[in-house]
């Protein structure tokens, strides 16, 4: 069993993050999001592991690396792809790589509650040549959905305009090497009219079932993110934060009141602040004279005094200070700083970057 994992893309709805990092290296619960597909994978005992990244990117596999930091048997390997044709060419990319071999394949950006085992067990019990993960939604008109019958996919659609199913495409997949036969025939589509034809699941899925290959189909009855837009990435931080902070206090601690599950690295120094969890505070960061309220997660190396945050993700590095009003629902990127004007004139200050959203709070 091997693993395809997808950190391509460009994440334009992420923007102005996105113009300097890969969208898959955002921290959720101050953890990169491709790390939590990529622990599911090792934890369903998979051993080589090939992340698919954009042409020319050096990023990910600078943070990822040769996959000796998660185990002495894991090895990850890269491949390019070329140009952004769609999500499910890099299975014709990785053929070689894959071989014989049954695969996971999943977006890079997927956040999963319980993980993968479950739905891997029935994907064997199945005997299934495609294994879908899919989850119930009332917007499933966004989505690619499976239409079921007998316990087995009869049919997927993209973006369906009118009701067929609720089920939605996760982006999670088992597939055996069936699927690579499907590249030798079938073509890409425009659903969108963008001009720009791409390789989208339904048809791939479709060649299939039509050609008499079992696709089946496993629900997620607990959460599932896919964090294609900053309310994404909040809630998925809150959604993990819920499950995953413990009480943790590894940092210094001087004067502080502490409400709930709250983690605190080593290196960090907190002082005269008071944390409401679930809150993370990672490593080498300095708090004074603050309130952190739930659902926050503080990248490394960040300084934080006299403010008030809550629900937001600070990535790295950021400088909050000297702030009357609190700070919510914020995605802060590395090395932003957030303060106070002092001088004259009393006017908002702005350096903002393309595609950014500011909501001022004005008296």
Not at 200 to 215: A, D, F, Q, R, S
């Amino acid at each position: 069993m091997k693993a395809l994992i997808l950190a391509g893309g460009r994440g334009t709805r992420l923007r102005p993050l996105t113009h300097t990092k890969n969208k898959h290296m955002l921290p959720i619960g101050n953890h990169p999001m491709i790390e939590r597909i990529l622990l599911d994978a090792i934890e369903l005992g998979i051993e080589d592991i090939i992340i698919n990244v954009n042409k020319g990117d050096t990023e990910i596999p600078a943070m990822l690396g040769d996959g000796s930091k998660y185990g002495k048997n894991i090895h990850l390997h890269y491949i390019e792809q070329p140009e952004p044709n769609g999500m499910m060419y890099p299975i014709k990319l990785a053929e070689d790589l894959i071989g014989d071999d049954d695969f996971l394949f999943s977006a890079g950006d997927n956040i999963l509650a319980g993980g993968l085992k479950k739905h891997y067990n029935d994907f064997k019990k199945n005997k299934s040549d495609a294994h879908v993960l899919v989850v119930k939604r009332p917007d499933y008109q966004n989505f690619g959905v499976a239409v079921m019958e007998n316990g087995r996919v009869v049919k997927t659609v993209e973006k369906p305009k009118e009701f067929v199913s609720d089920l939605v495409l996760s982006a999670i997949y088992f597939f055996t090497p069936a699927v690579f036969q499907a590249f030798d025939h079938i073509k890409p589509i425009d659903p969108k009219g963008t001009g720009k034809p791409e390789y989208y699941p339904p048809t791939v899925n479709n060649w299939l079932i039509e050609n008499g290959y079992v696709m089946t189909a496993s629900e997620v009855t607990g959460w599932w993110k896919d964090t294609g837009a900053p309310s994404d990435l909040l809630l998925a931080n809150r959604l993990v934060l819920e499950k995953e902070c413990k009480e943790s206090i590894k940092g210094d601690v001087i004067d502080c009141k502490i409400e709930g599950n709250v983690e605190i690295a080593k290196g960090s120094t907190v002082k005269n602040c008071v944390l409401r969890g679930p809150v993370s505070i990672a490593e080498n960061c300095t708090l004074e004279n603050s309130y952190i309220g739930p659902f926050t997660s503080i990248g490394a190396e960040s300084t934080i005094k006299n403010a008030q945050i809550e629900n937001s993700i600070l990535m790295g590095n950021c400088n909050i200070h000297d702030l009357e009003t609190l700070i919510d629902s914020s995605l802060i990127g590395w090395n932003a700083e957030v303060t106070r004007k002092e001088t004259y004139p009393k006017a908002n200050t702005l350096f903002i970057g393309d595609d950014s959203q500011l909501e001022l709070n004005e008296k």
